[in-house]
């Protein structure tokens, strides 16, 4: 866990790293891969890696994997397979170990919700928050289905300090959900206007606790600059909704004298 520039949370821990969206824009690949690969293993069988049945490769860490640079010194290797979905159990221990409330994004360098993650990794990075009550989690997913299907099963936490986002670029409004848990929408980057909102979109809106939105960092060639028009449409429908609205550093050039942050709770305004 380490404090992070996401600027909606404290702190960002990544007991899973890896995703296989494949988004052009996914600035955590990047990270991954200029950050990947190890060449110690200090303890000794620190991996397992298991084919799932559609062809999916991922691993399972006991123990921090260490690197060697060419000077002889050696670093810790926070992502040993690079964006390959990995499991780093030695992690789940980490939300105990801070004692001073914080607000902690689980997984901002992976989708923990993927069809492609286990289970079992989430129950036990679930567990991991319960242990330590002290935080506020969020977490954010591009497959809100996997919420649901939870939901259904009885087997997504409720508890008061979880709160359960969806990340979407463009107008699609079933990420809009809600199971009667604290839900968020991320739309970050914004890639389109989120205009002509008929009714049922409208009311989903209304079961969204907090909307974050942002415009595309980086030097990608095809990089998005949203229109100002696209974010004052979306305050606009915010504030007639009633829902908190959070706009990045990315916007605040762009918006002005009109870049607002809102928060869904009463601790930070």
Known sequence: MKKTKIDWADSSWNPVSGC???????????IANRFGGYNIDPVGESTFICEKIDGTKVAMLTHQLSKIDKSGNVH?????????P????????????WTTPRTIFVCSM????????????IQKVFEACKAAPQ????????????????????????????????????MDYKFFWCTGANTFVSIEPILEPFTDLLDDSIAAVKRCGW????????????KVIPKKSWIMELKKTAAECGV???MKESLREIMG?????????GDRT
């Open 76 to 84: 810790v290797a926070p992502y040993p397979y690079r964006f390959m």
């Open 257 to 265: 004298d009109d870049f607002i942050r809102q928060y869904p709770w």
């Open 86 to 97: 990995t499991f780093h159990q030695y992690r789940l221990g980490e939300p105990a170990k």
């Open 110 to 121: 992976a989708d923990l919700f993927g069809d492609w993650v286990p289970y079992e990794w």
């Open 20 to 30: 296989l969206h494949g988004c052009e824009y996914c600035y955590a690949r990047g």
């Open 244 to 246: 908190p609205i959070f």
């Open 135 to 170: 935080h506020r989690y969020l977490f954010l997913t591009k497959n809100p289905d996997r919420y649901i299907n939870l939901a259904k099963q009885g087997l997504l936490p409720m508890e008061e300090n979880f709160w359960y986002g969806s990340s979407t670029p463009t």
């Open 211 to 222: 909307i974050i939105v942002g415009a595309e960092t980086g030097n990608r060639k095809e």
